[in-house]
């Protein structure tokens, strides 16, 4: 087992030096793990504050902080206007809440200075990386929160690169090595085709939970195994 990925190129020409590797791997995933349904979660402001509020703890301390969070204040214009330390009191439970809080208030107040209200269902009209480029616009918040908020609010063909799609698609070589995770965001937009992003993001962390592991990755039992560079650097 060699833990040294070979090289890997983005889009058509990863599609040329290893063809078919992505339909390839996107069938294994699949195979595996199913077609994942896509549906809007949550309002998009809602699903914003919510993964702000994700950013360095688990889902489950997120949801409980959001969960206090909208408990504690009637609606966002009352948290973006209430003193940041009864905003940071009410997500105690999430974890660094002294960041957080700012964060959230800074990134509610610049919706409605630019907008007029907290409503960002228009960015569901906008071309996928206009939708992106947006929201990065906003304090705190970078491409893979922007890209959560747009992939599972409204479907746009958005790679949300967290750990688990950053260090799977690192060693099966799909994106270049040592690509780092912000700018894979653009790279993966460029290997996997706008109409099956979903699902390769989900099966792609689902990959990198189970199988994948960052410490203890189960090749052995993994089907992508034959086409990974992280168990041969020159797999084809
Ligand atoms: S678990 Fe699969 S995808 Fe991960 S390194 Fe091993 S063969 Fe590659």
Known sequence: MNPVPGSALPGAALERERPGLVTFVLAALRDLYGVPDWAPRRPPTDELVLTILSQHTSDLN????????????????????????????????????????????????????ERGDYALDFLGTMEPREARDWLTRLDGVGPKTASVVLLFCFGLPLMPVDTHVHRVTSRIGLIPPRTPAERAHDTALEVFPRERMYEAHVNLITHGRRTCSARNPACGRCPVAPRCRYVDPVAP
């Open 62 to 113: 997120a949801e409980r902080a959001f969960n206090a969070l909208v408990a504690r204040f009637p609606g966002w214009d009352a948290v973006a206007r209430a003193p940041v330390e009864a905003v940071a009191s009410a997500i105690v439970g999430g974890g660094l809440a002294q960041q957080k809080a700012p964060r959230i208030q800074a990134a509610l107040r610049q919706i409605h200075a």
